[in-house]
């Protein structure tokens, strides 16, 4: 088994988990209600959770001596694999939701099918994490519904968010070459499986919802492969803030 | 009713409070009680969210994904903490928009302590062991309180801010014994937050207002003087493990009355906080007051959401 790859794999899982609870991170305190604060904050910690189990994975498989930390706090810009849409910034409240929603239903597919990986450990990984997913998808589908049906405002700022952040749906399925090698060793999740499944349940939601499903077929790519949006230098100097001005040193 | 039978009611309610008998949201009360709960409530619950931001501040720069975890999580508890008072305070017949329209208005006070900026790390780790600490001694003796709903949420939050107090402790206790720079960050988060802290448990007896009503009410059990003595009392030893100084140099131990003596607080910081004029004041009010005008529409469109819902299982029903 090639081992940078499998490394590489599952660092690219953690990244989309690590850099969505950022982003969730910053709005606690500042949400619509407390009940959604709650909300959101929970959503953080679950993701928190399971970036944790992936980086001490992570950091094994590499045998380096190298900690969690390490891992999510050390590395360079073009080292995070995460797709652009969990770096996309909270807007509005629309926006978040609309990621979410666009994301969990990406997440709750691909951890159903890593809960079949032949790599015990992801598996592992998958089956502790599936219920806290299914649960984030049914809380911001529940969102972009309510924001969708509500009033004339909302549902103008909910399709207005969607439209926006179509365009870095595609890249969930993009497959790098560490994908492909673990797909072949039965490891990785092979996401094109059900890249129709995902566009049909957020088609239903969309419709439910009363938005429209956007026809672009315009998108953009490049997190995958380290080639990240202008914000993610501004995630990084917050998260990274205090590992680089003090370093190595223990919390 | 007559002023008479008033009388009778009010003796009866009074004596139900002298048995420790709890009074409860359906039951008669003076409208004096309703009143005093609903403002010391709600206080109580605007601190617990406006006390979300300053260590919100941090989430996003949280040193390790260990703190980063706690630290949502504290706050979060902080959030829950609000929502239970603000539940506990609609029972006496207030919405929570008006409550919060008192707090964005500036009518409602919250604790002044939120009025202090987070400026590094260490800061987490006082809030947390200083901060919740004084709240801690100002609430366990409303675990007794008179008014129900009130004893109970209590009960529920002390035990969280116990929680949180050890947990930033332990935050102290990690940077005091790390490098000399981590050992200057906790200090010098000490120097900050300690007189503020002092201050958290309210002005001086001699200053201090409604103090005999709630005494009777069980609102409050001992004076904030008192309050104040056992917080310094249980918290210098603690300073002492951790290796930092209390930034007081007219603490010290006095053997004859077994607690310690301390210098003089400044009580012009203090009223010019509570009065508007802190270092922090106007950035959590902006913070409140804009997230909720920004989420008016979204609560709007939950709200239209689930009456159309509600109007289609009618229909259907039809
Ligand atoms: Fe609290
Ligand atoms: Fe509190
Ligand atoms: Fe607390």
């Keep these: ?251 | 009713m007559s002023n008479e039978q008033i009388k009778n009611l009010e003796e009866i309610f009074e004596a139900r409070i002298a048995r420790d008998e709890k009074i409860e949201p359906k039951d008669w009360m003076p409208e004096k009680y309703r009143k005093t709960h609903i403002r010391q409530m709600s206080q109580h619950a605007h601190s617990e969210i406006v006390g979300m931001l300053p260590e919100g501040n941090w989430i996003s720069r949280a040193p390790s994904l260990r703190r980063k975890a706690a630290l949502l999580a504290k706050v979060q508890d902080e959030a829950g903490h609000g929502l239970y008072l603000y539940s506990a305070c609609e029972t006496l017949g207030i919405s929570r928009d008006e409550l919060y329209e008192q707090l964005h208005s500036g009518k409602a006070k919250y604790s002044s302590i939120f009025n202090y900026p987070t400026v590094t790390w260490a800061d987490m780790g006082a809030i947390g062991w200083l901060v919740d600490g004084a709240a801690i001694i100002n609430q366990v003796p409303l675990c007794n309180t008179s008014f129900g709903p009130y004893a109970r949420a209590m009960v529920r939050v002390c035990k969280e801010e116990s929680f949180h107090q050890r947990q930033g402790f332990e935050i102290m206790h990690k940077l005091c014994n790390g490098t000399p720079e981590q050992k200057d960050m906790a200090q010098d988060a000490l120097n900050r937050w300690w007189w503020p802290s002092l201050m958290m448990l309210g002005p001086t007896d001699a200053e201090s207002i409604h103090t005999e009503q709630s005494m009777k009410w069980k609102l409050k059990r001992k004076s904030n003087d008192e309050l104040r003595q056992q917080f310094i009392d249980q918290t210098v030893p603690q300073a002492d493990v951790l290796g930092l100084t209390i930034p007081d140099k007219d603490l010290k131990w006095n053997e004859e009355k077994g607690s310690y003596d301390f210098g003089e607080i400044d009580w012009d910081e203090f009223w010019q906080v509570v009065k508007g004029h802190g270092p922090s004041n106007k950035k959590r009010m902006k913070a409140r007051v804009g997230a909720w005008e920004e989420g008016a529409w979204v609560r709007d469109a939950a709200m239209a959401h689930a009456e159309k819902k509600e109007a289609n299982k009618l229909k259907k029903a039809i």
Excluded at chain 1, 113 to 121: G, V
Aim: charged share 25%; with cysteine.
């Design chain 1, 1 to 251: 088994m090639n081992k940078k790859h499998l490394f590489d794999y599952i660092i690219s899982i953690a990244d989309n988990s690590l850099i969505l609870a950022q982003r969730l991170g910053e709005l606690c305190g500042h949400g619509p209600t407390l009940e959604t604060d709650i909300a959101g904050t929970n959503i953080a910690l679950d993701l928190i959770g399971q970036t944790r189990n992936y980086y001490q994975y992570a950091a094994q498989i590499q045998g380096e001596g190298k900690t969690e930390d390490d891992l999510a706090f050390l590395r360079l810009e073009r080292e995070y694999k995460n797709v652009l849409l969990v770096e996309q910034p909270n807007e509005h409240f629309g926006y978040v939701m609309g990621r979410q929603f666009l994301f969990d239903v990406y997440h709750l597919l691909f951890m159903n099918e890593l809960l079949k990986s032949k790599d015990e450990t992801l598996a592992a990984i998958a089956k502790k994490g599936i219920k806290e997913v299914s649960y984030h998808k049914r809380f911001s589908g529940d969102w972009v519904k309510r924001l969708g049906d509500g009033t004339e405002e909302s549902n103008q700022k909910m399709q207005e968010a969607i439209d926006e952040l179509w365009a870095y749906t595609d890249e969930l399925f993009d497959q790098p070459e560490a994908d492909k090698t673990m797909i072949a060793e039965g490891v990785a999740v092979d996401t094109l499986k059900f890249k129709e499944t995902y566009y049909e349940e957020v088609s239903t939601l969309l419709k439910e919802a009363n938005l429209q499903v956007p026809e672009s077929k315009y998108f953009i790519r490049g997190g995958k492969t380290g080639v990240h949006s202008e914000f993610m230098g501004y995630i990084l100097s917050d998260m990274q803030y205090m590992q680089r001005t003090y370093p190595n040193m223990e919390w």
